[in-house]
């Protein structure tokens, strides 16, 4: 069960008794704010020692420290934290010379409620700006300092994202769903999770679930019994038992048979496996990370995946953005695999022309970030002279070959369906693939495309419509 959202919280620090009481009545019952009140700025700063707000409101006149001193101090403490000042007529200046120190608001007494509860709620978006803006900046230097995430490459905000929330997920052992299409270093967010955890200091086992046949996948994870099946000539410990203590990435697990997730899902639910050929049970304590680039609702949908294991698996699920996604990267991305393939292949001289560098940058890359990688590893292993020129990068040969694979692997994802449902998916496949190419030749151009295809301008724009393809991303890319 999810934990409710933490209230967002308020310290009032006011000197009047009343005022306090005011405040607190207005954030609490209009807002539903958590308050905490104080005094003077003595008393509040003994607040601020456990207990940190989004939201400070002061008063300036108070016995003690005052609003001046104590706004200096919460600066000290906490930056991101948004301070309203509070101040009667004779105040005005000081709090003038205030929020020209950095604080974000001030109002005179008496005061609109509506004025106070519109003011709070900026000042709470500002907080959560200036906390993200923290987050994000604190991430970045650490990139600066280490070069990179476990792997990853790259300062997007995007990504950082994503490292933040594997950073927060690696010292729990819940279960995590990493989502993604191939190509995007699902498999490295794993390696990350695991490499920040307590488990780190054991092997993580990964498992390419659509590599291994149903009888051999199930063995595999299980374990089996001396005589359990035919060739079974010992006791074998399944990758359960080998990850126990550890991590076990269910690489692609949208592929794996129905009957092997009725057992996995006991696993999860009971902590334990029942080898094969065994009526003993043995308790496990495995951190489970599954991936997958497939829609796992759909096969949901048509019986190909229990919707209860969906839901085992995805207490926490991190989503891996595409290279689209991360265009500001592409340029670290190719100064790093450049730089990888020179040393790898002892070609220190190579650099990119400045026209093959506009290709890799505006180049929409299907197969995301390892696209890329293969495309430079091949570039520099090939490459004739000191300079890759844009023929170098093999670009246009590599397309059929990889449409050919594109096209056999949706004829072999299909082939278990019924004839009505393959159909309808291979088709959706082609038109989509057939859309993508007529509207790229063209750069964009809707009417040059419509004849090219033989159909009506208006037939088209609803075919791209009903298909959600974006035309503006052709023509950008070839701008």
Known sequence: MSQPPEKRRVLVVDDEPDMLKLLTSILVKKCGYEIRQADSGDQGLEVLAFWRPDVVLTDIKMPGIDGVEFFRRIKELDPTMTT?????????????????????????????????????????????????????????????????FYGFIGRSPRLLQVHDLLRRLAPSSMTVLIRGESGTGKELAARALHA???????????????????????SELFGYAKGAFTGADRDKDGLFIEANHSTLLLDEIADIPVSIQTKLLRVLQEKEIQPLGQTRTYPINVRVVASTNQDIEAKIARGEFREDLLYRLNVVTVTMPNLDELQADIPLLIHHFLRKYRKE??????????????????????????????????????????????????????????????????????????????????????????LHSAIDRTKGNISHAAKNCGIERQALQRLLRQYDINVDQFRQKND
Not at 417 to 430: C, I, P
């Open 84 to 148: 309203i000042i509070m101040t009667g007529y004779a105040t005005v200046d000081m709090a003038v010379d205030i929020l020209k120190s950095g604080a974000y608001d001030f109002f005179q007494k008496p005061f609109d409620n509506d004025q106070i509860i519109h003011a709070v709620a900026k000042a709470m978006e500002r907080t959560e700006l200036m906390r993200e803006k923290q987050k994000f900046e604190e991430l970045r230097q650490q990139l600066s300092s280490e070069g990179e």
């Open 196 to 218: 920040m955890s307590g488990r780190a200091g054991r092997r993580m086992v990964t498992v390419n679930c659509p590599a291994l046949p149903e009888q051999i996948l199930e």
């Open 345 to 434: 292949y002892d070609r220190p001289e190579m650099e990119f022309s400045e026209e093959a560098v506009q290709v890799l940058l505006h180049r929409s890359w299907r197969g995301n970030v390892r696209e890329l990688q293969n495309t430079i590893n091949r570039a520099v292993l090939l490459g004739r002279g000191k300079r890759i020129e844009k023929q170098d990068l093999m670009l246009e040969l590599a397309q059929p070959d990889q449409r050919k694979e594109q096209v056999v692997s949706a004829l072999e994802a299909v082939k278990h369906l019924d004839y009505n449902t393959a159909k309808a998916s291979v088709l959706k496949d082609f038109t989509e693939f057939y």
